[in-house]
């Protein structure tokens, strides 16, 4: 009995002992990369925007005065940028060569002694104290008048005869913008036509020739052809737009008179004679001179056939 007592009391202990082995020993918590990855219900954190998008939650309102500045070559220049709204840390104009300028003020002038270059893009800017930054261009338009300007007949010299066509070409030389340039025909005072030129994106010096087609009437013997080159700068440009108007070019225009046949009473041994008035100008040399005896025969040999 004893034994058997002492048996079971062993197996009693060692059931005990590894329960309480059990109960000691516990996990190790997950490591980090364990972790499950938060519900999809979960919002999403709030993103920061870039300084565009912080800019644009602030008022940026730049504003530039005049809004186009219109400058002759080599002539000074000045412009105002402002900035009326707060949050904003200082103004600053760029992309002028020479020149640097900003200030924590909430405005700043330009000014530039003279302007040298064709192609000029200023910009103010304004910097924003959360870091972001606006800006505006200022369109800056450089002229230069027309150096000369003349007129001619294009592949024609001499007289002109009615009901023909004829060009005329007009040439602009060294003029800038192009494409601000308008020429405009002339015959005496009446305006003929008005023509642009097609150079929009040209901003340096160039030459400019225009063309249009005349068919001269014997009305406009005597008159005068010309041309003007124009350039259009706009409301904010000179108040007098620049204008260069080329030399007259006078035109003679020959025509063929018209002839009414007439019969006349004639007595024998009587000489017949006939004139020929025509307000067609008579030119030099031999020619004029035949035609006008051909045409005194003509009508003295009609007068006679119809007697």
Known sequence: MFAAGWMLTLVLICLI???????????????????SPPSTNLLPPTSIGSPAELVATVDC????????????????????????????????????????LHTT??????????????????????????????NISLPLIVYKPPERVSIQFLNHTGPMFESHDYTLQCTV???????????????????????????IAEKT???ETFTLIVTPHRGD????YWCEAKLELGPTGPQHPPV??????????????????????????????????????????????????FLSIALLAHLINGL
């Open 105 to 134: 003020e909430s405005f700043l002038v330009l000014s530039v002694d003279n302007i040298t270059e064709w192609s000029i893009n200023p910009i103010c800017f304004s910097i924003s104290d959360l870091g972001g930054q606006c």
């Open 61 to 100: 309102n730049l504003k530039i005065s005049p809004s186009v500045l219109v400058v002759r070559f080599g002539d000074p220049a000045k412009a105002n940028c402002s900035n009326p709204s707060t949050g904003f840390l200082f103004l600053g104009w760029e992309n002028i060569k020479g020149v640097s």
């Open 244 to 293: 260069e108007m080329s030399q007259n070019l006078p035109v003679m225009v020959l025509w063929n008179p018209e002839i009414q046949p007439t019969k006349l009473p004639m007595k024998e041994e009587k000489c017949l004679e006939c004139e020929v008035k025509t307000t067609q100008p008579l030119g030099r040399g031999s020619t004029n001179s035949y035609r006008g005896g």
């Open 17 to 35: 002992g590894s329960a309480i082995s059990l109960a000691l020993i516990t996990p190790a918590p997950p490591l980090p990369s364990q972790i």
């Open 221 to 224: 013997n005597g008159s005068q």
């Open 173 to 199: 030389q060294d003029v800038a913008p192009v494409g601000k340039l308008v020429v405009t025909f002339y015959r005496g005072q009446t305006p003929l036509g008005q023509l642009r030129s097609s150079g």
């Open 205 to 207: 010096p160039v030459n």
